[in-house]
Each structure stands twice: as structure tokens, then as C-alpha cells.
């Protein structure tokens, strides 16, 4: 590379990346050939509109590419329409909001702290500022149990227009038949963000929204899916007539959805990533996706528990999916800021995280979310995440003590070094 500045960077990220554990739970580690579509030549190339309706000539590879992508993610997720589109995950929900409501209607998503993500409603967004977010929460914090009397009451109430399943840091899984008679009785529209776990439901570890009645699922492409950095919106139903308005109706609702991504929303779709998306699909639908997704399960429960005995205290106590969050101020009696910063020194990625109702801020906050993902491709098997627990442990017990944390730095980067990145030559 003639840029030696940014050639180095590359060079050094490999490095950290190889000589380090990711156990950020929504980071993962794609193939070669993803990352080889990714650095195709479809990024010189422009192709507003979809497969077959595009508003510039040229298009003879490209629609085949969006095409098989759509094709693939329908087959994947047993969805009737995919939009392959959306550059990232915040943009698809916001496609999805704009597409289906008015400014002012109501949304009901997960309690921020609980577990909900930032495009659920947080204030400042430019979701919350148009739309009005309600909530619902967990139950019982030594379970994660969500309360859906609780949830079901607010609905009657505040009547939203969609119901939203889905989080970012939630160990437990949702029970979406509880969702679907809650938005029936409301006549709700039921959306489900599976950005973290969409790999798990394409995986056939973890039920699918849509097998319970769900309306509307939106994903990142880059998490448990371990494809290229962006996103997509599934849908039950057949664009009915892409040219022209239609009116808002859930039949209506993949053209709704496609015409808000474009022109609504976005224009140029990134057809690189786009190619690569369809190669992580086809990754996905292999039988050794089903094996990998089984191994992240065992694997994340393999370290919840080797955690626990080592008195880390989980929200929840436990986790049913690839995520674990930990409150590490009840158990060492410092903030997640440290822990992350700690573990960080010793080659263990992680992240701050709130833990549900946190008394302290986001940025200084109560806990971690670990997950595992990513060293899970590596090649890591539960009896590796004893070993990881036993680091973290002696990390953050020692975490003023220098010589310590270099010789765990030492330790972790040996081993890791053992394992290669899947886009190794
Ligand atoms: N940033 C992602 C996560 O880590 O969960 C969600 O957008």
C-alpha cells in the first residue's frame, strides 16, 4: 500500500486482533472471503434503486449480487421480503419507524438499562425526538423474567403502534408469544431488532420471531451473523407495487419499508458490502454455522458459570444466549470503566456496560458485557473459558499490580497467537 500510514495501521490492528481474546459480544471475526467481497470492485459502482429498477446503466452484476443476497437472507430467516439495503442497524430501525408511522406515535421497546439499545429511544436521538417511546422492563433481576403484565397494561394505555422486541445487552430470551397476544390486542404492528442474535436464529439455536407471529425483523449483518459491517429489514409479504404510494397497511408494509430505505432514507446502496453480505448468508446456511452457533451457547454458558464461581455476580445468573453482563461493582467494588480499562492492558476485549436500573452513568457505569462470538470462531471450546474466567479473576483482583497484568499480558497473547483469524491466508 502507497498510503504507509494507514498500511501500518492495518498491519498493527491485524496484530491486535490476532494476539487478543474479543469477547466484545457483538464483534466477530469474518472469513476471508467475506472480507474479499468487501474489497471487491463493487465498491466503484453506483445502483440507486433495487435488482432490475435501477436509475444507472451497468447493472448486469450487481442486481445478481443484491438478488442472491435477498434471496439468501429470505431462505435464512424464512422471511417473504428482504431489504439488503440499510447501511447499518441504526438507520434500519429508524426505515422501519419512518416507514410504518406518524411523527408522534407511540413505540414500545425494552427499558434502556434493562437491555434495550440506543435506536429504542433514547433521548437525543433523532427517533425519540419524532416518535414517543414507552417502556417495558424486566421483572425480577435475578432472572431476567420480563414483566408482560406490566408490559401489557402500559400497552392498553398508551396504544403504540409498534411493539419492539430485542436488546443489547439481554442474556435471557424473549418470549415472543407473550409479545404477539400483547400487540393483537392492541393491533400493533410487531417488530423484533435481532441485531445481536440473528446468527443464533439463522443458526437454528434460537427461535424465530416470525414462526410467532412477528411482522417486521431488522439486523446488523456483522454480529453473531459474522457477515460484512451493516444491516438488513425482513419482512412477512410481497412488495405489492413498488412504483407507486401505497397506503399503510401491513401487507403494505415491504413496500413500505423498500421505499423508505430508498429514497427515504438512504441513496447509493454499498453494493462491495452488499456482495459480501450475500457470502456471509451463504456462509450461514452451511451445516457448520448450526455447529458454531451451538458452541457459542455452550461456550457462553461454560464461562457464565466458571464466572460465578469465582464471584462475579451476573445480571440474571446466567445467560440463555452468547451474552453475559456483569456487575462488577458488586463484585470487586469498582466500575466497569476500570474493569474494561483492566482487562484491555491483558489482551481481554470487553465493554462497559449499565447493568438495569444502574445508579451510576452510562459512561463510569456498573458492569461489563462480555459475550463469545468471536473467540468461538477462533476455535475456542468451553474447556478454553475456565482459563478466561481464571484471567479475568486474577486481572481484576490484581489490577494496581504491574508485574501481575504484564505476565497475564504475556500469557493471553501466547495463547491467542495459537488461534488464527478465519481470514488468515
Ligand atoms: N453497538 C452495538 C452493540 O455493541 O450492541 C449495538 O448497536
Known sequence: MKDKVIGRLIKQEEK?????????????????????????????????GFPGRRYYGGQVNTDQVEQLAIDRAKALFAADHANVQPHSGAPANEAVYHAWLEPGDTIMGME??????????????????????????????ETGEIDYEAMREMAIKTKPKIILAGFSSYPRELDYDRFAAIAKEVDAVLMADMAHIAGLIAGKVLSNPFDHGFHIMT?????????????????????????????????????????????????GPHMHTIAAKAVAFYEAAQPEFHQYCLQILA?????????????????????????????VNASFGFDGSIAERVLDRIG?????????????????PSGIRLGTPAVTTRGLKTEHMEQIAEWMSQALKSRNDEPTLDRLAKVIKDFASGFPLPSDR
Open 112 to 141: 434502556l438499562s434493562h437491555g434495550g439499545h440506543l435506536t429504542h429511544g433514547r433521548p437525543g436521538t433523532i427517533s425519540a425526538k419524532l416518535f414517543n417511546f414507552v417502556r417495558y422492563g424486566i421483572k425480577d433481576v
Open 16 to 48: 491486535r486482533q490476532r494476539q487478543g481474546l474479543e469477547l466484545i459480544p457483538s464483534e466477530n471475526y469474518v472469513s476471508r472471503d467475506v472480507l474479499d467481497a468487501m474489497g471487491s470492485v463493487f465498491t466503484n459502482k453506483y445502483s440507486e
Open 219 to 267: 439486523t446488523t449483518t456483522h454480529k453473531t451473523l459474522r457477515g460484512p459491517r451493516g444491516a438488513m429489514i425482513l419482512t412477512k409479504g410481497k412488495v405489492s407495487n413498488p412504483l407507486k404510494e401505497v397506503e399503510k397497511t401491513v401487507e403494505n408494509l415491504p413496500t413500505l419499508i423498500d421505499r423508505t430505505v430508498f429514497p427515504g432514507l438512504q441513496g
Open 348 to 364: 481481554l476485549t470487553l465493554n462497559k456496560n449499565v447493568i438495569p436500573d444502574d445508579p451510576l452513568p452510562p459512561y463510569r
Open 299 to 327: 461456550n457462553a454458558k461454560s464461562l457464565s458459570e466458571a464466572l460465578m464461581k469465582r464471584g462475579f455476580k451476573l445480571v440474571t445468573n446466567g445467560t440463555d444466549n452468547h451474552m453475559i453482563v456483569c456487575d
